[in-house]
């Protein structure tokens, strides 16, 4: 069983940065890829940016790629989320999630995939 708590979020303008921060409980955390979602009000949740167990290997959204960047350190049980150059259309709720996998270098970004999810931290970028 894999606990996540997100924590970071806030109120930005647009062109801010803020890091989000994910950190998981339990001993296993480095058997676990990651990845970020978002949700707004009656929208799908949808893929952000994956990390492999490892963290040797990223997959981000076309949406974000270039502005956010996703990493881990695997000894402090936590993975973040910087994102930059912030816009109001990244205004959402951002939850992380955990997959136990064996595979050190895949990512997931199907949420279909994971298995354990935190409850999300409210993001919102004004203009």
């Known amino acids: 069983q894999v606990q996540l708590v997100e924590s970071g979020g806030g109120l930005v303008q647009a062109g801010g940065s803020l890091r989000l921060s994910c950190a998981a409980s339990?001993?296993?955390?480095?058997?676990?890829?990651m990845g970020w979602y978002r949700q707004t009000p009656g929208k799908e949740r949808e893929f952000v940016a994956a990390i492999s167990r490892s963290g040797l290997t990223t997959y981000y959204a076309d949406s974000v790629r270039g502005r956010f960047t996703i990493s881990r350190d695997n000894a402090k049980n936590t993975v973040y989320l910087q994102m930059n150059s912030l816009k109001p259309e990244d205004t959402a709720v951002y939850y992380c999630?955990?997959?136990?996998?064996?595979?050190?270098?895949?990512?997931?970004?199907?949420?279909?995939?994971?298995?354990?999810w935190g409850q999300g931290t409210q993001v919102t970028v004004s203009s």
């Open positions: 999630a955990a997959r136990l996998t064996y595979s050190g270098t895949t990512y997931y970004t199907d949420r279909g995939q994971y298995n354990y």
């Open positions: 339990g001993r296993t955390f480095s058997s676990h890829a």
